[in-house]
């Protein structure tokens, strides 16, 4: 199953370096997909960037969701050194798909 795509603002992090799920770009894309956050959940978290062009290029990262009772928000922990520009993932997929 592919994890739902939530926008989050990468530069949002708590003193753990989990992403705060609270901001309106998120939000929205939580209640598009009609999404309710729990515990364990996994989502394909971007956020807007541009490449050394100064074209869109988002950033991603798988994010796994959890709950922040220091700060009774809802977060996602991830995995700051997985952190990837859209076109450098979809290039590593075709990559891997090519015929050997």
């Not at 490449?51 to 798988?62: A, F, R, W």
């Amino acid at each position: 199953m592919i994890p739902p795509r939530v926008y989050a603002d990468f530069q949002n992090a708590d003193q753990k370096g989990r992403l705060r799920l609270n901001c309106n770009g998120t939000r929205s894309d939580l209640a598009s997909h009609q999404i309710e956050l729990k515990s364990g959940l996994v989502l394909d978290i971007y956020a807007d960037d541009l490449d050394k062009d100064g074209q869109p290029d988002n950033l991603q990262v798988t994010g796994v969701v959890e709950f922040s009772a220091e700060e009774q928000i809802w977060v996602a922990r991830i995995d700051w050194s997985a952190i990837r520009h859209e076109s450098e993932r979809l290039t590593s997929v075709r990559q891997q798909s090519k015929p050997a």
